[in-house]
């Protein structure tokens, strides 16, 4: 076969399928939205759910997870971050470091339903914190943690070498080069990958249904360890156990949830265009 014409046919391939899946994608956010943006007024995020989920709004469910989001960021952050700095700066090639990285890609692939077992297990249970907000802060940030340490070491590889390099040069020490030269030249990499692993953990409920949410819950959590309401395990909950509520309810939450979603993702594009401009300047 003629290789331009295998060549335009995969192309033509690659571009049907590219379609293909922003159509689809397309038709599904056009169904959550059309459907759930009328029930979304300032009652419905602003109150609490009544008459068995039935009635009311979300408001419990929207503050739980904003605060698993927070939790997450505080927990996995800084511990991706700092174990991305050792890897990339500190650590001899050896066995070793390339098992850590084995296990950090391998981790990264584990079902979301995985780590759930794990933090009912050993959170939950072995600690004793119980189902509560702790427990499923630390299961969504081991979750989001092998995305965040892949996405840091990029970061940090991409810096050029003759930033350490000059540093080095003008008497600068390894600490001062790392944190002051490389961290900040890798920090918009390593936001962006940080914010849409937490994204993706902010959609997640199989970690938060065994660790952390509860069915029902009107009131705000008073503490780190009491149960909280959270959207994707609200939103199931109104999918499958409450029949006879008004399906645009869990339209609404869906719609939220996504808005949520799809805010953390738009903050990460603008946070990398705007590093992209201090650099320049």
């Known amino acids: ?22 159509i689809v994608l397309g038709v ?5 939205f059309s459907k759930g943006l009328p029930a979304v007024n300032l009652g419905f995020l602003l109150e609490s759910p009544r008459r ?20 997450t960021i505080v927990f996995a952050l800084p511990i991706g971050v700092m174990t991305a700095i050792y890897l990339v700066e500190y650590a001899r090639e050896s066995w070793a470091t390339r098992l850590i990285r084995l296990a950090v ?10 780590f759930g077992l794990f933090g009912l297990g050993f959170f939950v249970l072995f600690l004793g914190f119980g189902v509560s907000l702790l427990a499923g802060t630390l299961t969504l ?10 996405t840091a070491e990029e970061a940090l590889r ?3 070498v003759g930033y350490r390099e000059a540093s080095l040069a003008l008497g600068a020490t390894k600490l001062q080069t790392v ?19 937490v994204a993706r953990a902010a959609g997640e409920t199989a970690p938060i249904l065994l660790t952390a949410a509860a ?8 503490s780190v360890f009491d149960q909280v309401m959270a959207l994707p395990y609200h939103l199931y909950v109104m999918a499958t156990q409450v029949p006879n509520a008004d399906p645009r309810i869990p339209y609404g939450t869906a719609a939220v949830l996504m808005i949520l979603v799809l805010g953390l993702n738009l903050a990460a594009i603008l946070l990398r265009i705007y590093f992209r401009r201090m650099r320049r300047i």
């Open 28 to 32: 599904v956010i056009w169904d959550i």
């Open 105 to 114: 890609i391998n981790l990264a692939g584990v079902p979301s339903i995985v």
């Open 52 to 71: 068995g989920m039935t009635a009311g709004g979300i408001f419990p469910a929207i503050i739980g997870t904003l605060y698993l989001v927070l939790g």
């Open 215 to 222: 069915f029902f819950l009107p009131q705000l959590p008073g």
């Open 158 to 160: 991409a810096v050029p």
């Open 1 to 22: 076969m003629n290789p331009r014409l295998t060549e335009k046919l995969a192309f033509l391939l690659l571009r049907a399928v590219t379609w293909l899946i922003i």
């Open 179 to 197: 944190f002051l030269i490389v961290l900040p030249n890798a920090l918009p990499g390593i936001l962006t990958g940080s914010i849409l692993g």
């Open 141 to 150: 940030a081991l979750m989001t943690l092998p995305v965040i340490i892949t």
